[in-house]
């Protein structure tokens, strides 16, 4: 016996079964008939025409819904209340198909979505659908991240708190690029940057005692958009803005210490002490490291064994905070090396952000290990994938879709959403 195949029918004639009793329950039902005429949004009178058949795709297989249709003849428009009520107005998709639709489109390419639907939930959506649907509840998201900044609900607000900004770039279509100077041969650009921000914290302590995430501590916010604010205007950049909604809603300013990890990238710090004046401001250790190891091999290209050696000791004078001794190091290169110039005054601008012994005394974390993490996890496992090329809009809401996802706001917006179109 093929076993398999045994349960496969199982669940295929129970599915149809469960279906034909759902869609005979619902097509007896006709309180959404109310009348022969009913209010438009337009502010007129829209008319009953007759009742009009729709095919949706639930959990439980296809539908043929039953449903009483007004039509409008001041504005044109038709509507069906029930469509309304049962949360299809916009689409074919039940609720709980536009749900799992949301969980693997913020997860996996729109083409693997449409084979997991079927494989694993015998739910049939092709991957233009998954695309249209994932990208427009992304966009839901993304305007429902701009309403709420609702502190999230925690039981002891962590002593210390950390921010995590960076940015990452994904490819975008050629149209979404005109005008835009990139890093190519000719000056194009192909990518647009992806700019995030991350907040969690690192109470936690591994066997050394060093500090490491707390598991469920971190959440993420990102898009393609700019964190440049002219200096003549009062108005705060995008990104600025997203940042300033993430740490309310995680109570950034509330903790006793609050701490801002970067790279060094010169926005970052702009916009920590225009937020945060009061916050701890860290460049990230191994991002110095990486840099001084990359030093290292451009200046004995020949002599790997030497360039080991001579980065180890970088790293440990880095370690042990004698800056002074580091920038010594450097300076007989100066001359002869743009790549040493760049590291100098790279190190001699955020020496005040390097202080490692004086953080590890206090118990803070020196990595942005959650940030580094998060444009992988968030942004380039889902976005940055051979052969994908995304449009700004699209790769927007993805980006926002994926981020509530991951950053366990899923439920809320869910909710929040079902409470608007009962309120419609």
């Keep these: 016996m093929d076993f398999e195949a045994w349960e496969t029918a199982a669940r295929s004639c129970a599915l149809r079964l469960a279906a034909q009793a759902l869609e005979a329950h619902l097509n007896a039902d006709n309180s959404d008939y109310t009348g022969t005429r009913l209010d438009c949004a337009c502010g007129a009178q829209a008319r009953y025409v007759d009742r009009r058949s729709k095919t949706i795709e639930t959990v439980l297989g296809p539908l043929r819904l039953e449903r009483a249709y007004y039509h409008c003849a001041a504005c044109g ?40 639907l079927d494989q694993l939930a015998a739910v049939t959506v092709d991957p233009k659908q998954v695309e249209r649907q994932a990208e427009a509840l992304g966009r839901e998201v993304a305007a429902d991240e701009k309403q709420d900044v609702t502190p999230m609900e925690q039981t002891t607000l962590p002593p210390r708190l950390y921010l995590g900004m960076d940015g990452t770039g994904i490819p975008i279509r050629a149209p979404d690029l005109a005008g835009r100077s990139g890093k190519q041969a000719d000056g194009s650009a192909r990518t647009r940057e992806v700019k995030l921000c991350t907040i969690g914290s690192a109470e936690s302590r591994d066997r050394e005692g060093h500090p490491v995430r707390d598991p469920g501590s971190v959440s993420y916010s990102a898009a393609i958009e700019s964190a440049a604010t002219p200096d003549v205007t009062p108005v705060r950049s995008e ?38 004046p009061k916050a701890i401001q860290i460049v990230d250790r191994f991002h110095v490291k ?32 004698k800056l002074a001794a580091l920038l010594g190091a450097l300076r007989p290169f100066m001359n002869s090396s743009d790549e040493t110039r760049k590291c100098y005054h790279y190190i001699r601008r955020n020496r005040h952000r390097m202080r490692y012994p004086r953080f590890h005394q206090m118990g803070l974390c020196t990595s942005s290990g959650v940030v580094e993490a998060g444009c992988k996890v968030a942004i380039t496992t889902r976005l940055k994938r051979a052969g994908m090329h995304w449009t700004v809009p699209g790769s927007n809401a993805i980006i926002a879709l994926r981020c509530c996802i991951l950053s366990g706001r899923f439920e809320d917006f869910w909710e929040r959403r079902s409470a608007r179109q009962e309120a419609a």
């Design 290 to 321: 990486q840099h001084l190891s990359d030093l290292s091999r451009a200046l004995h290209p020949a002599q790997p064994a030497q360039a080991k050696l001579w980065a180890q000791d970088r790293h440990d004078q880095l370690d042990d905070g």
């Design 77 to 116: 428009q038709g509507s069906c209340p029930r469509d309304v009520s049962l949360g299809i107005g916009h689409g074919s998709l039940s609720p709980g198909v536009l749900r799992m639709v949301a969980s693997v489109g913020a997860r996996v390419s729109f083409e693997e979505s449409s084979l997991l």
């Design 239 to 276: 990104f600025t803005e997203r940042v300033l909604r993430e740490t309310s809603r995680r109570r950034f300013c509330q903790a006793e210490r609050t701490v801002v990890i970067g790279d060094g990238a010169p926005w970052i710090w702009n916009i920590a002490q225009e937020l945060f």
